[in-house]
């Protein structure tokens, strides 16, 4: 049997959820799943809407709490979701040095210290997706973490607007690339992030399968599924879906991570 696993999950540490630890764990206990790592919004910038919200001790307090309560039936690690850490990235090192994280995310939900809806307004759809993926590349190139979050969060956005939608795979390809390759170099892995199927104008996953192809391609392995759930009812989202992408794009491996190392879990 399959060891299920959801890397990307927000609590009411994170600014935009209101989903008690205690009630996710429960629920991912319910659902099969073995491993569960939490992923709280975290950012130094004071221009950014995730700042000021968390408080680690809290945040780390819920965590023990958690594992003591559910231990043996889900292993739980703690993790983080920061907001452009390649930006500020003396601030982040001084702020999260010496904090116990298995895991960090790094997303791009700011472009020039505006969030994304608000950026894309009267932009065109070539342009503004340039750019994002401009942004995303930045991100692999100087950050310090271990997964890139959701990595076109862009589209989620803009298909709602009617001039843009979602981009062209091939027009962006090469930016594309350029970012793989990147992150390969410094071993940095992508996820397979299922919100985008609760999403009707959308319904797909953050990235495509054609992007998730390239991926593995141009070599890359490190590999991370997460729901990105705001609330305990959809802890797991799509995970069949997910799994059924990675073998289907080549993967024979989904990543987990203690003290930010990577560990491997066979896709049976």
Do not use: W
């Amino acid at each position: 049997m399959m060891y299920l696993t959801d890397y990307h999950h927000h609590t009411d540490n994170s600014f935009d959820s209101q989903a008690s630890m205690k009630s996710v764990c429960e629920e991912a206990i319910k659902k099969g799943i073995n491993e569960i790592c939490f992923t709280e919004h975290f950012s130094v910038n004071p221009q950014a809407i995730t700042y000021g919200h968390m408080d680690f001790k809290r945040y780390f307090s819920q965590i023990e709490q958690c594992r003591h309560l559910f231990g043996q039936r889900l292993k739980i690690k703690v993790g983080l979701e920061l907001c452009e850490p390649h930006l500020l990235q003396e601030t982040y090192h001084e702020q999260l040095q010496g904090l116990p994280l298995d895991f960090i995310l790094g997303s791009v939900h700011n472009i020039e210290n505006q969030d994304i809806r608000s950026y894309m307004v009267h932009k065109e759809p070539e342009s503004l997706y340039q750019r994002y993926f401009e942004e995303v590349y930045q991100l692999v190139r100087n950050a310090d973490i271990d997964v890139v979050a959701h990595l076109d969060l862009m589209k989620r956005y803009a298909v709602d607007v009617d001039y843009l939608g979602t981009y062209d795979f091939h027009v962006c390809k090469e930016g594309l690339i350029e970012i793989f390759k990147k992150a390969i170099e410094r071993n940095i892995g992508i996820e397979i992030n299922t919100s985008g199927f609760a999403k009707k104008t959308l319904n797909e996953p953050l990235p495509s399968m054609k992007v998730l192809k390239l991926y593995k391609e141009l070599g890359g392995e490190v590999l991370t599924i997460g729901s990105d759930s705001h609330a305990a009812s959809t802890v797991g989202y799509h995970l069949d879906t997910a799994l059924d992408m990675a073998k289907e794009a080549g993967f024979k491996y989904i990543y987990t991570f203690t003290s930010r190392q990577p560990e491997t879990i066979k896709i049976v």
